[in-house]
């Protein structure tokens, strides 16, 4: 039973999070002409530039969230 209450507050949780922002330099790196060629050696500088990243960000500070409002009081229609 606990489990149970556990995993519904657990979900229920997860449902207000901010949807993660997926990001991928791949095609940029592949687009750009001055990154065809590879280094020689492994140890060898790479450019910011040619750099393959990707990975999630989460942002807490959403612009576009509003406030929760738990008063109870209605709302007035202007």
């Not at 207000?16 to 592949?30: G, Q």
């Not at 450019?47 to 999630?56: I, L, P």
Request: glycine letters at 6%.
């Amino acid at each position: 039973m606990r489990r149970t209450i556990l995993l519904g507050f657990a979900v229920a949780l997860a449902g207000c999070a901010s949807p993660p922002d997926y990001y991928d330099t791949n095609a940029a790196v592949d687009m750009n002409p001055l990154c065809a060629s590879r280094p020689d050696n492994p140890n060898d500088p790479v450019s910011k530039d040619c750099e393959r990243t990707s990975g999630v960000r989460w942002s807490q500070d959403d612009k576009g969230s509003q406030p929760l409002d738990l008063s109870g009081a209605k709302k007035k229609d202007d």
